[in-house]
């Protein structure tokens, strides 16, 4: 996940077996403090968390990156990986919820010129950082300069989106479209197999098979995505809880929030008046920082020396993670919350978010030369 033409170079020797002890110890006394402290619930969900985290990092499952790859060189791998887990999840997902009642929920949101172009932004932001939301959290637990730079922007820029999303709703918004039942699942999965198609269509030579790590990071993903949605009661999501964190410190500066349409709502008051310990998006945040931390002290490449860029890629940086945060608010979630958990349960917007986050992409892989963030 983290951007190699920042990261420094791995250290030859890695730690001895007592600080990865250390390191196994203090994620299970984790994971057991929540539980005692919030209930098992909580608990379960900082451990799919760190499970996140451990793949994202240690099998380097991302977003950004593979569409890069895609974009940039014609190498489909990392595009075709998500897709198959998308369809795996979608796969279990659809009957979860037809069975569910009430108790289990899609990620379901509506299109609107908000959505739509909040996408695009997020796509040409997502490619200068090259970080996604889930990808922002990965690459600053491993130590990235430029990802721990990123996310406390990525967080205030989703806090103002929801300050502002009703102004930007009432643009225009059509009403929720979501697939459902045996029907609905068959057109997901033969989106997917079109996306696919369509990808190995343009293909370099020698770049259509899917390497063995990504065929076994799929399918963690995939089972740690259904955990999720059976644990919380909903999809994966990322964007939410870095806006949590945000509205949490403003309201501990002394901003009153009772007065703002969306953290004013009964149900955004009542998350603000709460531990972040019983928010559960923010426990998976958490948990994937806390599991890429773990991967790269575990390699013993944690330590990053500040890579040598000029000011305006640090600038850059900082625009673009308020942009990634602002406009994933808008878009009703990232590559994580709309993308795949909206395709996966059935969301059209998933579908729109997904063509319109790639277009922003091929013009964010684009930006980053000229931004210093890379070698031309």
């Known amino acids: 996940m983290v951007d190699n033409t920042l990261a420094a170079a791995r250290p030859a020797r890695w730690p001895g077996l007592l600080p990865r002890a250390a390191l196994v110890v203090a994620a299970v006394a984790a994971v057991l403090a929540v539980a005692a402290l919030a209930g098992l619930r909580y608990g379960l969900l900082l451990l799919i968390g ?18 890069r790859a ?50 695009f932004v997020f796509g040409v932001a997502m490619q200068v ?88 990071a799929a399918g963690l993903v995939a089972a740690l995505a259904l955990a999720n949605l059976v644990v919380a009661g909903q999809p994966w999501g990322v964007v939410y809880g870095l806006g949590l964190w945000a509205a949490k ?9 009772s007065g703002s349409a969306f953290w004013g709502a009964p149900i955004h008051a009542e998350r603000l008046r709460e531990s972040l310990l019983t928010d559960v998006t923010s426990l998976t945040n958490l948990g994937i920082v806390a599991g890429a931390f773990g991967v790269a002290a ?12 000029p000011a305006r890629a640090w600038a850059a940086t900082v625009i673009a993670g308020l942009l ?30 997904f063509a319109m986050a790639f277009a922003g992409s091929m013009i964010g892989v684009r930006l980053r030369p000229a931004l210093g963030l890379e070698a031309r």
């Open 70 to 119: 895609m974009i940039l060189r014609r190498d489909p791998a990392g595009l075709l990986a998500q897709l198959l887990a998308i369809a795996l999840v979608a796969v279990a997902a659809f009957p979860l919820l037809a069975g569910s009642g009430a108790e289990l929920s899609g990620a379901h949101a509506p299109l609107g010129i908000a959505m739509l172009g909040g996408a």
């Open 298 to 309: 575990w390699r013993g490449g944690l330590a990053q020396p500040l890579p040598r860029l």
């Open 324 to 353: 990634l945060g602002y406009s994933s608010r808008l878009a009703f979630g990232c590559n994580v919350g709309a993308f795949f958990s909206g395709i996966s349960t059935g969301s059209l917007h998933g579908w729109a978010w």
């Open 249 to 257: 410190g403003a309201s501990l500066l002394g901003a009153d929030l």
């Open 50 to 67: 760190l499970g996140f985290g451990l793949v994202l990092e240690g099998l380097r499952f991302g977003f950004a990156g593979p569409w």
């Open 129 to 216: 950082v090259l970080g996604c939301g889930s990808g922002t959290l990965v690459n600053a637990g491993s130590g990235n300069p430029v990802g721990l730079l990123a996310l406390p922007f990525f967080a205030i820029g989703s806090f103002a989106g929801a300050m502002h999303l009703s102004w930007w709703t009432a643009l225009g918004t059509a009403p929720v479209v979501a697939l459902a039942g045996v029907e609905g699942l068959a057109l997901t999965l033969a989106g997917l197999a079109a996306v696919a198609g369509w990808a190995l269509w343009r293909a370099a030579p020698g770049t259509r098979r899917l390497p063995r790590r990504l065929w076994l």
